[in-house]
Structure formats: structure tokens, C-alpha cells
Nanobody
Framework: QVQLVESGGGLVQAGGSLRLSCAAS????????MGWFRQAPGKEREFVAA????????YYADSVKDRFTISRDNAKNTVYLQMNSLKPEETAVYYC????????????????????WGQGTQVAVSS
């Protein structure tokens, strides 16, 4: 079992920055890859970013490349999402998720790669 708790959400103006954190407990943190997803009101949940067990490989949705950075600290059992140049359309609940293994079998963007999900943290970007 893995428990995930996100934090760091809040209200920010367009163009601003936020750093989300996701603290994990349970299974050995370095044994699984991690991902971030988001769900805007009235929309389906979508992939944002992912990172393999060691941090050696990272993946991003095209819409966030060069603005968002995913990282992890295995000593702290925490994965981060640094979000810069935020846009109003990125208002959403952001979720972290733990993958089944250290890497991704079919790719990082599919929800079926992930076994555990956090409760989400709200990010609101004002125009």
C-alpha cells in the first residue's frame, strides 16, 4: 500500500509560480515511478508530468514543457512539481500518483500505469 498526500496548491496570478509536493508513505518510495495529473472543472483528468524511480527520466505533456519541472527526493519520499508561467486555463485539481513499478511499461501518460492516487490539491490561476 502507498499513501500519497499532496500540498502546495493555492491561488496565484497568471504568470506566477507554485511548487506542489507529494509525500509518500508505505512501500519503498524508490521502487516506483511517480506522476502528476490534473483535472479542470468539467474536464477529464489529464497527464501533466512523470518521473522514473531514480529521477533519471522525466516526461511532460506538451502543454507544460519548458514551464513545469518534476523532480523527486527519494530520501524524503517526496515528489515535486515546479510550475512556472501559470495560465488561467491550468486551474485544476492536481493529483500525484504512484506507478506500479520503477518505470513505465506502456508510457507515463496512461492512468492504468498507476496504482495509487492522492486526494488532490487545488490550484487556481487568476487572470
Amino acid at each position: 500500500q502507498v499513501q500519497l498526500v499532496e500540498s502546495g496548491g493555492g491561488l496565484v496570478q497568471a504568470g506566477g509560480s507554485l511548487r506542489l509536493s507529494c509525500a509518500a508513505s508505505g512501500r519503498t518510495f524508490s521502487s516506483y515511478a511517480m506522476g502528476w495529473f490534473r483535472q479542470a472543472p468539467g474536464k477529464e483528468r489529464e497527464f501533466v508530468a512523470a518521473i522514473t524511480w531514480s529521477g533519471g527520466s522525466t516526461y511532460y505533456a506538451d502543454s507544460v514543457k519548458d514551464r513545469f519541472t518534476i523532480s523527486r527526493d527519494n530520501a524524503k519520499n517526496t515528489v515535486y512539481l515546479q510550475m512556472n508561467s501559470l495560465k488561467p486555463e491550468e486551474t485544476a485539481v492536481y493529483y500525484c500518483a504512484a506507478a506500479r513499478g520503477p518505470c513505465f511499461r506502456s508510457g507515463p501518460s496512461g492512468e492504468n500505469e498507476y496504482d495509487y492516487w492522492g486526494q488532490g490539491t487545488q490550484v487556481a490561476v487568476s487572470s
